[in-house]
């Protein structure tokens, strides 16, 4: 009876593939600079960010605006929750900008997965999650060496206290790959692989959803009602996902430089 | 056929975990610029305004309770000086009253010994008159009654025995008087 039915209409599904990762150059096309949608949608978004850091910070009062008090109430979430709980109030005032363009800038990178007309999450190319890994990876090193003392610091992270000492041959190895690869790695494959998903999770709802309702007959309309549903459930989920993405980086890297500040902290 | 088989073949040259060099690139430039306005233009910014709140919130409270002490220094002193104006107020008001019966006490003591004295001085004043009306009189009695008993003799000589009674007793009078007359004097 599908097979009929199949049969009789020809219209056929196509699932979304890695390809809507991949859409052609708009702009400077075949230069380093080369704009597609996706890296388009990025500069955007992050021209957006800055519009409104500026509209909320532009004339600071005492007594704030109702945007100044949005831009005041992110900042002091953040502050507290992500850059100040790890680290502290005076080191999270030294950190405090590098934090907060890190998740601000995953945060509305991530937001375009689920505003139109953009539909995609720009940090779903792994290039912003890598260059933003490298730089918590590059921070957490610096630090430790400025501020742990340089040899001091690779000592206690590759040989971690309270370890009987034939442990260290098994424990070094592993320290040193999991601290030194693994973290910058993790940070940035944890973040562009949600993302990654989630688009391809909310294309694939939404693509059934168009596909059931316009190309397929009655009842299988049904079944497309049931995946609008599922899509709007899912971009609920992502919605959650974009902040949870941003905040775990971010609290993640304020972990690793509390750690490498060591004892100084 | 061949399109497709071109299709697949690039669709399988992507691997979502190498970065393509614009992906880098814009990656890079978009969180250098993030960092740069949030570093050196947002944060600062938001910092200053918080501490000039955080200041003009605790110098407000401590404003506030500089003036409810200084309210309740004033106040303290008001009451006292009010204490101090009441009980001089009392002390005036008693001393007052204390000098007024002194004053009321010397004024009727002055006015009673005034009065003594008027009154001796009149009590002399009359007895010295009276002794002196009574001396003058008693020189002009005599005449008088050769006056009157000339007059009585000369007008009505027919009653005789009468008029010599009415001299009599007018003598008779008179030496009463003269014997009661050092008696007033001396008293």
């Known amino acids: 009876m599908f097979g009929a039915q199949a049969v009789a209409h020809t219209a056929t599904f196509v699932p979304p593939t890695i390809d809507e990762f991949y859409p052609a150059d708009i702009l400077f096309a075949g230069t380093p600079f080369a ?23 532009r004339r600071m009062r005492v007594v704030p605006t109702r945007w100044q008090g949005v831009v005041e109430f992110s900042y002091d979430f953040v502050r507290k929750n992500v850059v100040d709980q790890p680290l502290g109030e005076r080191q999270g005032r030294r950190f405090a900008p590098l934090l907060m363009a890190m998740f601000f800038s995953i945060i509305i990178m991530n937001l375009t997965e689920v505003v139109p007309p953009f539909l995609m999450p720009s940090t779903s190319l792994i290039g912003v999650p890598l260059v933003l890994g490298i730089i918590s990876w590059a921070t957490f090193i610096y630090v430790g060496i400025k501020d742990d003392g340089g040899w001091r610091f690779f000592v206690h992270e590759l040989f971690p206290k309270g370890v009987p000492w034939p442990l260290y041959i098994l424990i070094a190895p592993v320290e040193l790959i999991s601290t030194f690869v693994f973290r910058p790695l993790t940070l940035a494959l944890r973040l562009t692989m949600n993302m990654f998903v989630g688009h391809l999770l909310l294309a694939l709802c939404f693509g059934a959803t168009s596909f059931f309702l316009f190309e397929m007959p009655m009842l299988w309309k049904s079944l497309g009602v ?3 549903a599922f899509g709007l459930i899912f971009t609920l989920f992502e919605l959650l996902e974009i902040v949870l993405q941003a905040y775990i980086f971010t609290l993640l890297t304020a972990n690793y430089i509390a750690m490498s500040l060591g004892d100084a902290n | 056929m061949l399109t497709f088989a071109a299709v697949t073949a690039a669709s399988e040259s992507h691997n979502p975990l190498l970065p393509s060099v614009p992906d880098l690139i814009w990656g890079t430039v978009c969180f250098v610029v993030v960092l740069g306005v949030f570093w050196k233009y947002a944060l600062p910014r938001i910092q200053t305004m918080l501490d000039e709140r955080s200041e003009k919130i605790a110098g407000g409270i401590q ?41 009321a006490a010397e004024i009727t003591a002055k006015a009673k010994r005034e009065g003594e004295r008027i009154v001796a001085q009149a009590t002399a004043q009359t007895e010295t008159d009276r002794a002196a009306a009574f001396r003058e009189l008693k020189g002009e009695v005599g005449v008088l009654a050769v006056d009157l008993a000339s007059q009585i003799v000369g007008v009505s000589l027919g009653d005789d025995a009468q008029a010599k009674a009415v001299v009599d007793r007018f003598i008779d ?15």
């Open chain 1, 35 to 57: 704009l597609n949608r996706i890296l388009l949608i990025r500069v955007i978004s992050i021209a957006l960010l800055l519009l409104l850091v500026w509209l909320g910070v």
């Open chain 1, 226 to 228: 049931g995946m609008l």
């Open chain 2, 173 to 187: 009078q008179l030496g009463k008087a003269d014997a009661a007359a050092p008696e007033g004097a001396a008293r």
């Open chain 2, 63 to 103: 404003k506030a309770e500089a003036a409810q002490a200084e309210a309740a220094n004033a106040l303290e002193s008001y009451n006292a000086q009010l204490a101090d104006a009441r009980a001089e107020a009392n002390q005036i008001r008693a001393r007052a009253r204390e000098d007024a019966e002194k004053i």
